[in-house]
């Protein structure tokens, strides 16, 4: 059995609210730090200088632009950090310090020593396509980002928001597990596609209840379970707390491609020069 991509394991994180770190200010550095701002993460970038392409990144929120030299300090609460500077003495060191706190690596010049890369991705919405070559060649990954980018179309997004409300109202009126798996398979062989392009989102709409509706009435209703013990206690309050929705991560709504953070954008970050003499 041939094994490849160096044991690496895709996934597709929630970082909303999270902590990352970058060390390095450079062009890689700030390309890191915007994908990361579109994930709504809290980002800190360390670095003695920052380049010219940080300069449309100041004023987004949940940046912080820290200009002195990387410290092993820097990576208290961090979820994540990305080894970003053109240094591998001081990746390599933001490498070792990061193993011994116990926090995930990057390091953007060895892929191999790292404990995630990222891909090259695609978005639509919450459509996501990502591209990952293992770290060989990431000018390819980069092709073939360009070649999908050119071949999906924007409707996409739109699709993937109609499924999602479609699976809830299958969730709600669909009681039977096997009816409701039946339900979504035949939902992904419509044509909701052409009937999007051709006749719009309210059209779909009605071609996607005309298949629920039938099979919801012929779905028995859930019969009532009386709560016992403490099924009847009061919710914590640590899930009705803000903090509990710090990893859920709010995508933009179909047709802007602003998050949710560009709603409230606080005043321009500024880059703290403490200790950077």
């Known amino acids: ?15 909303r609210g999270r902590r990352v770190l970058i060390v390095g200010g450079g062009k890689v550095a700030a390309r890191k730090a915007a994908g990361l701002l579109e994930a709504e993460a809290h980002v800190t970038v360390v670095s003695p200088s920052f380049a010219p392409a ?50 995930l ?42 070649e999908l980018d ?23 009126a669909v009681g039977d597990p096997e009816r409701r798996q039946d339900v979504m398979k035949r939902l992904a062989t419509l044509d909701l596609l052409s009937t999007l392009r051709n006749s719009g989102s309210e059209a779909a709409t009605r071609q996607i209840e ?7 009435a012929r779905t028995p209703a859930r019969p009532e379970v009386p709560a016992t013990g403490g099924e009847n206690r009061p919710r914590s309050k640590q899930a009705d707390s803000p903090s509990a929705d710090t990893q859920t991560l709010t995508r933009p709504r179909n047709g802007s491609r602003r998050s949710a953070r560009d709603s409230a954008r606080p005043a321009a970050a500024a880059i703290e020069r403490r200790g950077a003499r």
């Open 150 to 172: 050119s071949l999906v179309p924007d409707d996409w997004g739109a699709l993937v928001k109609l499924l999602g409300a479609a699976r809830a109202r299958v969730q709600a």
């Open 105 to 146: 690596v990057s390091v953007v010049d060895d892929p191999h020593g790292s404990d995630f890369i990222a891909p090259a991705v695609v978005r639509r919405g919450d459509l996501l396509l990502a591209i990952s070559t293992g770290g060989r060649s990431p000018a390819l990954a980069g092709h073939l980002r360009r």
């Open 210 to 216: 005309a298949l629920i509706a039938p099979m919801a």
């Open 1 to 15: 059995m041939v094994r490849g991509n160096a044991g690496f394991y895709p996934v597709v994180l929630r970082l």
């Open 54 to 103: 940080f300069v449309r990144l100041v004023d987004s929120a949940g940046l912080r632009l820290i200009e002195r030299r990387y410290a092993a300090v820097d990576l208290d609460g961090m979820a994540l950090v990305v080894a970003a500077t053109d240094n591998r003495k001081v990746n390599a060191q933001v490498r070792v310090d990061a193993c011994r706190a116990g926090v």
